[in-house]
């Protein structure tokens, strides 16, 4: 399969680029809710004119009311979340929680998945329980009880973990804290008793939960997969996730430099253009070769993954951690090339900082990436 | 779809048939490498039969058309076939300048009969090219260049010296830029052929960094190129005094080639198999081959893409020049992390054990891939201006 996009992909692109930069827009949706201090941090309006697109139901197969598409074309509408830093549960909902809901029961399906399409429902993903992403180990329990389960344990980095109306919970039915076998996922609902947040507003404006599991009590209907058989359905979570955020994070790159370039267009010193000093242009030209190879290795991972390919679980790893390494050039780059300016509120080279801190650390950071890079590779 | 795959299983079952089991590890340096030419001499009898073989097929050129030697493969086909070939790893059949460079200059901008000429000399590997680029005073700043050819009705007198002219004590013909118009910097150079044994041509070779001595400076002193070398095959490519339009053309296959964004060997890791090698690296040296393996395996998809877009137009014209910034870039690392996993052993400069200090070698050759063909700063330079359009000094 050829790497640039279809004739598809390319007018799915034109639609997704221009609704972004016109609806998710930073003035209209970021600094909107920031300002307003939002307890959401995002707007239910914007989820539900995504939905009108089609765009929330992307993964979801059309005989659930989706549109049946892949990962090529989630990463489409991600590239364009992140260059404009739009707040949205996408790539939580529509993503990760539609990969894990596919191997869900008639039952849950058909529970959650309406909600979703619809644009009426968002979803966050529980999986890491400490401040970096580890997934390898999960110590919260399920403990059988009754026809169900009781879950105890903390979730941190749930992001819009408080304003979900389902979370998928990764939790351990047997085994110690560190085997592969044992895990189950679970959808847990927002009303669940036991169920706690502590929310909090990260560096980007985004809302991320502190999730405590007292004793949640759960129907065994909640459980999505298999009992103790959770870990491959979890690692193709994992797989989406950070496959969407590498394309996120491209999508970040890309903004940013885009800002940036047309700084260096504009700013006059030393009566020139700033862009006509050498020392900047190539350090430009660095950043352009760079995110065109993060970019190439983001749409390689999702055509991968649409394939099912073995190898798709590297890819997707060279992917995150190739898109964190460029997005984090590309931040400091801009920054440093605004000038003061850039250190400025009022300026958005400045969001994008924030934003890619929060995404480098979303389904693990380069340097985690790059470890599994070696893992997977025999090394 | 079908007749792909009937491609697929008749080039695995030629390849299979001809290809010798010698000719599938990569070759060791840049002596263990056929190069075709008058004076040619085969390495050893599976060097021979595989060129042999492929020569006769037309894959040493395959996506050229029949007439000129090569396989008239289309663009998937030659995919295929390039897949298929990196699946059991064999080697190119033939090296040559006159396949990656002149070739393609020709092609889009020889007459029928140069074409028929030189074209099917190329892809036979009878004649042995050059390129005269560089001068001493004009690298980076190419069109500055000051060899001068005398215009004297049917043939020029060719005065001056080129530099770094790779190859050239070992070539029979030189495709070079000459001055044919002082007063004009851009459209005052004509890309000439001519043979290296014409009189008036002498070369000097110049010893390496590596201890190699792959290229020369060569002196043109009284030169006699013809204008024609029969009908409809002038001694020139393109027009005369528009020879830079050629050689900007060529330039771009040029730095196409050296990003090796063709090669499976560019886009591997090397993680696994350097701390198998070393019998396992220290974690601060592991981290840096598993950073630099998530780097090739990334720009591995990028020259898949590059390649993709290509065949059907899609590419921005400058992109190969960002193709080669960072694949010589990548390349480079390459090599000083397997000089770091090699240890003490990578230091032997000539013993048996490591075939004549190939690592070493090979990790000070890397070191030009930067410059060659054009320099890393100028790749950036280009990128800068035509891809970000970025102002003008
Ligand atoms: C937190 C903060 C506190 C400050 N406090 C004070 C203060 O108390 N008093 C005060 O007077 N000022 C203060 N400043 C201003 C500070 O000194 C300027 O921001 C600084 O000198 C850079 O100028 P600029 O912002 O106009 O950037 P520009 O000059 O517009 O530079 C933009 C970018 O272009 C680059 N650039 C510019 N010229 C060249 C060149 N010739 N070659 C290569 N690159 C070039 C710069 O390095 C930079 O990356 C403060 C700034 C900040 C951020
Ligand atoms: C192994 C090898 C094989 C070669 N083979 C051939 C061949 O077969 N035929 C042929 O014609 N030539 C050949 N070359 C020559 C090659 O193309 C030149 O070396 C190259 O173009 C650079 O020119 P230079 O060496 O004169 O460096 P210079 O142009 O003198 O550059 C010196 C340094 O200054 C930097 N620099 C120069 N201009 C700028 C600028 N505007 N902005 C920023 N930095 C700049 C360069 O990047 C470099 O780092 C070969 C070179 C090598 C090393």
Redesign the pocket.
């Known amino acids: 399969m050829p790497l640039y996009h279809t004739d598809d992909q390319a007018m799915l692109a034109e639609t997704a680029q221009q609704f972004m930069a016109e609806e998710g827009a930073i003035a209209k949706q970021l600094r909107h809710w920031r300002d307003r201090d939002c307890k959401d941090g995002f707007g239910h309006g914007l989820w539900k004119q995504m939905a009108e697109m089609g765009f929330t139901g992307l993964l979801v197969p059309e005989t659930d009311g989706g549109l049946g598409m892949g990962h090529v074309e989630a990463g489409i509408v991600l590239e364009e979340i992140g260059r404009n830093l739009t707040p949205s549960p996408f790539l939580t909902s529509s993503v990760m929680a539609a990969t894990a809901l596919a191997v869900a029961s008639d039952e849950a399906r058909g529970r959650w998945l309406p909600g979703l399409v619809a644009g009426e429902s968002v979803f966050a993903v529980a999986i890491d329980e400490g401040p970096k992403h580890r997934p390898e180990t999960i110590a919260t329990r399920a403990e059988r009880s009754g026809n169900g389960f009781r879950l105890s344990g903390t979730k941190d980095f749930v992001v819009y973990g408080a304003s979900a109306d389902m979370i998928v919970v990764a939790a351990r039915t047997s085994g110690a804290d560190d085997d592969a076998d044992g895990v189950t996922l679970f959808a847990v609902p927002k009303d669940a008793a036991g169920l706690g947040h502590n929310s909090v507003r990260l560096v980007d404006s985004s809302m991320a939960s502190h999730l405590t599991l007292d004793g949640v009590e759960l129907d065994g209907d909640a459980v999505i997969g298999e009992v103790d058989g959770g870990r491959d359905v979890l690692n193709r979570v994992l797989d989406a996730g950070r496959v969407g955020a590498a394309a996120e994070g491209v999508g970040v790159a890309r903004g940013a430099m885009d800002l940036t370039v047309d700084y260096l267009k504009q700013r006059k010193q030393f009566g020139r253009l700033i862009g006509e000093f ?1 020392a900047l242009q190539h350090r430009a030209a660095h950043l352009y070769s760079e995110i065109e190879i993060a970019r190439a290795a983001t749409t390689k991972a999702q055509q991968l993954l649409d394939a099912d390919a073995p190898s798709a679980s590297l890819m997707a790893s060279v992917a995150k951690a190739k898109a964190s390494r460029t997005a984090g050039l590309a931040v400091r780059e801009g920054v440093q090339m605004h000038g003061g300016i850039g250190m400025t509120d009022e300026y958005d080279i400045g969001l994008y900082m924030k934003r890619d801190r929060a995404l480098a650390e979303f389904m693990g950071d380069a340097f985690y990436h790059a470890d599994r890079v070696a893992r997977l590779s025999g090394y | 779809m079908a007749d792909l795959d009937q491609f697929r299983s008749e080039t695995r079952a030629w390849l299979e048939a001809n290809c010798p089991p010698e000719m599938r590890k990569p070759a060791e340096g840049e002596d263990d490498v056929y190069w075709g030419g008058r004076n040619a001499t085969f390495k050893n009898d599976a060097q021979r039969a595989w060129f042999e073989a492929c020569r006769d097929k037309g894959y040493t050129v395959p996506a050229w058309p029949r007439e000129y030697g090569g396989a008239g493969l289309s663009p998937a086909e030659a995919k295929v076939l390039r897949e298929e070939m990196a699946r059991i790893g064999a080697r190119p059949p033939l090296s040559s ?1 006159g396949i990656w460079m002149l070739g393609p200059a020709l092609l889009h901008f020889g007459t029928e009969g140069q074409k028929r000429h030189f074209l099917n000399q190329i892809a036979r590997g009878e004649i042995r090219w ?5 001068e001493p005073g ?5 069109v500055s260049l000051q060899t001068f050819g005398e215009d004297k009705g049917d043939h020029w007198i060719v005065n001056g010296q ?6 050239a004590d070992k070539a029979d013909w030189i495709f070079c830029l000459v001055r044919t118009d002082k007063a004009n910097k851009y459209q005052g150079i004509t890309f000439m052929l001519y043979d290296m044994d014409t009189a008036g041509v002498s070369t000097k070779p110049i010893k ?1 960094i590596s201890g190699n001595s ?2 020369c400076e060569t002196f043109f002193d009284d030169v006699k190129v013809p204008k024609s070398y029969g009908e409809d095959i002038p001694a020139y490519v393109g027009e005369i005094n528009r020879g830079w339009d050629v050689a900007k053309y060529l330039l771009g296959h040029e730095r196409e080639m050296i990003s090796g964004a063709d090669s499976s060997e560019r886009g591997a890791g090397i993680g696994a198999t350097l701390s198998r090698q070393a019998g396992g690296v220290d974690p601060v040296l592991r981290a840096e081959l598993a950073m630099f393996d998530v780097d090739a395996l990334a720009f591995s998809a990028m020259g898949e893409k590059f390649l993709d877009e290509v065949k059907v137009g899609k590419a921005h014209p400058a992109q190969p020049n960002m193709m080669k910034y960072a694949g010589t870039e990548l390349n480079k690392r390459r090599h000083e992390l397997m000089m770091a996993a090699g240890g003490s052993t990578a230091l032997e400069w000539d013993s048996a054990e490591t075939r004549g200090g190939a690592a070493p070698r090979n990790w000070l ?1 890397t070191k ?1 891939n930067s ?8 790749m950036l ?1 280009v990128i800068a201006k035509r891809i970000l359009e970025l102002p003008g000094a």
């Open positions: 050498q | 300048f050059c390129q005269g680029y560089s004009s690298g980076s700043d190419l080129k530099i770094w002219t790779s190859y390496l792959p290229f050759r030009a410059i060659e063909g054009g320099t890393s700063e100028v330079g």
